[in-house]
């Protein structure tokens, strides 16, 4: 029984990050109104990377937890 509920959690798990990569490609921010061109934009690209890197890290370790 452990061993099915382990593969199902493995089969969610992959199917959720293979959908989560493919739909937020096509996820993009709304562009200034009426076509502004002198807007500023906001650098999110380092603290959401941090974000998911430490979120990725704190899986692996529930993953490894779990497995001992």
Request: hydrophobic share 50%; with cysteine.
């Amino acid at each position: 029984m452990k061993n099915s509920k382990s593969k199902l959690t493995k089969v969610i798990a992959s199917v959720a990050v293979v959908c989560a990569l493919m739909f937020t490609a096509d996820i993009f921010a709304q562009g200034p109104p009426n076509g502004a061109t002198d807007t500023v934009d906001v650098p999110i690209d380092g603290g959401l990377v941090a974000l998911l890197v430490g979120a990725a890290a704190f899986g692996v370790k529930k993953l490894r937890d779990n497995l001992k």
